[in-house]
């Protein structure tokens, strides 16, 4: 409980993006972004919000299960409205890793989330996909976040 406590509050975040996923593109699309964190369940969950540069939103809830010493963590975005299937981990040693299932263009993939580089004042946040159960892994979104 409370592992997500640095990221309660204001962010400017440095995102990339990579253009096409999973088909070997190594082209990104880089830009800017704003975060806003707030706290829930005295640090057993939090909310964040997202706002993008095209003008949409993207959000996330993170639970925290005492029984299994794990978070849950859901995405939504504004552009599609849907919540998206959760990724769910803990953090060890500072560093926070979170697996779960999904599609991608009617696929199955495996989703990892990576939170590291943990201070007081930045952060980071990678995505990635796997199409062999995890065997190997594309990074495809990477978040920097600077505490405004």
Not at 16 to 33: I, M, N, Q, V
Not at 46 to 72: H, I, K, M, S
Request: glycine letters at 10%; one cysteine or more; hydrophobic letters at 35%.
């Amino acid at each position: 409980m409370g592992d997500f406590d640095f990221l309660v509050g204001n962010w400017l975040v440095t995102n990339r993006k990579l253009r096409k996923r999973l088909a070997g593109s190594t082209e990104w699309d880089e830009f800017e972004s704003t975060s806003r964190c707030w706290s829930l369940f005295d640090g057993a969950g939090n909310v964040d919000e997202f706002t993008f540069p095209d003008g949409g939103y993207g959000t996330t809830l993170r639970l925290f299960e005492p029984a299994a010493q794990q978070w849950t963590l859901h995405w939504a975005a504004s552009h599609n409205g849907m919540l998206q299937p959760p990724v769910v981990g803990r953090f060890t040693d500072g560093e926070g890793r979170f697996y779960g299932t999904d599609h991608h263009e009617g696929l199955p993939i495996r989703v990892r989330y990576v939170w590291s580089t943990i201070t007081p004042t930045s952060a980071r946040w990678e995505q990635a996909f796997s199409m062999d159960s995890g065997q190997t892994w594309e990074t495809n979104w990477i978040m920097d976040f600077t505490r405004v």
